[in-house]
Every structure is written in C-alpha cells, then in structure tokens.
C-alpha cells in the first residue's frame, strides 16, 4: 500500500451522467495529482494542487472539473463525458511540487472508467 | 516542454537474465529520473529514483544509471523472477524549479519473465 487510496476502483457511466471520483492520502504530503492513463499512451498529468490550490491544469476540457478541499483529499467531478474519456484515473501526491527531494509522487490504485 | 522516449516497448527474457530498459529525455534542465513499476490491476509504484548529480544508483538487484551528456538513463534489473513481470515507466523533471511536480513519462515497457 501506498499510503493513496482512490474511490470507486471501478465506474461506468452513461454520457449523461455526473459522477465524482475521490482521493484520500494518508501521508501529510501537501500536493496532488490527476493523471489519466489511457492504452497505447504514457501518462497524462491532469490537474496539480499545492497546498489546495491548483497549481497546474494540463488542457483539460471542462467536463472534468477537479476539487481539493484540503491536503488529504482530492476529487474529480465528472460530467457530460464520452466515450473516449474511458481510461483509467490515477491520483498521486508528493511532498511538495518543488523542492529537491520532495517531489517525489506516490500513486493511488486508479479508478478504472468505461463511458457507454 | 520535456519529451521522454522510452525502449523497448516489451521486452521477453528467462528467469535469472537481465533486463535493460532505455530512455532518453530532451530538457537539459530535467534532474530528477524516477523509475515505475505497474502490476495489473495497481497504480504505477516507484521502485527506484535518480538525480542528476549522481551517475548510478543501485537497489539489490535494480540499479539505474544516467548520462546527462547524451540525456539517456537506464534501468537494470539482474537475476529477474517471474515477479518482475510488470510494466516499467520511465519519467523526467525539472525538480526545484517550477515545473510544479510535471512528471513526464515515456511510453512504458511491458516486462515478461518467463520461468
């Protein structure tokens, strides 16, 4: 275990849907991280916050919209989705987002989407 | 931005070979090389890091080497098991700076290890 875990492990979801996902860390780091990791593709990073403040959001359309209430917790709330969104949903948290030696990210199990 | 190239994209071997996996990573400024590995079923788990101001690091039998002149850095795993068997990913950044944690990845190599 890597001190994330992500809630639902699995989710379908019909195109009109809205449905959120949710990630809980248990290691006192202070940022986190959406990845979206696809078949035949690397990683893409999401959404970053520091410290509950979004920080970083790599182009990502508007049907996803991330929230951070506090350090611990991330969500990803999603709606009016397609099909191409299906993927699997990796959250991660590291230290800090800067700093050498704190960046180091540490990654939730995903949530394994299908978009029908 | 950072683009990260990773080789092969699978890679066969018996058990107790070794194994290599390549990448090469295109900001000089990158200095921090973190190495993944992802069961099925499990998000990606580090199994080892690297920093730019250091050439090797080893970890019983994963050691991972870099070259910053030519900006490539390798993953070795020696005496591999059938446990190794996974998916490898290989990442880049610019720690310190503000690249705000912007990890970037290469494209993952599919391990099998064949008892």
């Known amino acids: 275990e890597t001190g994330v875990t992500q809630t639902p492990r699995h989710l379908v979801m019909g195109m009109t849907n809205k449905k959120s996902l949710k990630c809980e860390q248990h290691?006192?780091?202070?940022?986190m991280y959406w990845y979206k990791q696809s078949a035949k593709k690397p990683l893409e990073l999401m959404f970053v916050?520091?410290?509950?403040?979004?920080?970083e959001n790599n182009s990502v359309p508007s049907r996803f919209s991330p929230e951070c209430p506090n350090s611990s917790h991330l969500f990803l709330h999603l709606h009016t989705l397609q099909p191409e969104d299906s993927a699997l949903y990796l959250c991660a948290s590291s230290q800090d987002t800067a700093g050498w030696g704190q960046e180091t990210q540490y990654f939730g199990p995903g949530t394994r989407l299908l978009v029908l | 931005g950072e683009n990260v190239e990773q080789h092969p994209s699978t890679l066969s071997v018996q058990e107790g070979d070794s194994a290599v996996i390549k990448c090469t990573y295109s900001d000089s400024a990158s200095n921090y090389f973190p190495w993944y590995k992802q069961e099925l079923g499990k998000g990606p788990q580090l199994i080892i890091d690297i920093r730019s101001n250091v050439g090797e690091k080893k970890d019983q039998r994963i050691a991972v080497t870099l070259n910053k002149t030519a900006k490539h850095f390798s993953l070795h795993i020696t005496e591999t098991q059938p446990e190794d068997s996974a998916v490898y990913f290989c990442a880049a950044t610019r720690a310190g700076g503000t690249s705000y944690g912007k990890l970037t990845f290469g494209q993952g190599t599919i391990l099998t290890v064949h008892p």
């Open positions: 290691l006192g780091h202070n940022a």
């Open positions: 916050y520091s410290l509950e403040e979004r920080v």
